[in-house]
C-alpha cells in the first residue's frame, strides 16, 4: 500500500531523503512549478547543512 502526500508537504521528507524512489521523482516533478517549495528546499537544506555540522568546541 502506498501512501501519497501532498507534495507541499513532502518538502522535509525530501530533504533528508526519506521518500521513497518513486515519491521523490513525483516530488522532483512538483518542484519544477512550485516556488513555494523550492524555496522551502533551499532553507531546509541549509538547516540541514548547519545541523550536520555540530557545535562549534567550547560552546555547550
Known sequence: ????????????AYAIG?????????FECH???CGAC???LAWLSQMIY???MGTPEGVS
Open 1 to 12: 500500500m502506498s501512501v501519497e502526500l501532498a507534495p507541499h508537504v513532502d518538502v522535509a
Open 31 to 33: 518542484l519544477r512549478t
Open 50 to 52: 548547519l545541523l550536520t
Open 38 to 40: 523550492l524555496d522551502d
Open 18 to 26: 526519506s521518500l521513497a524512489v518513486e515519491e521523490a521523482e513525483h
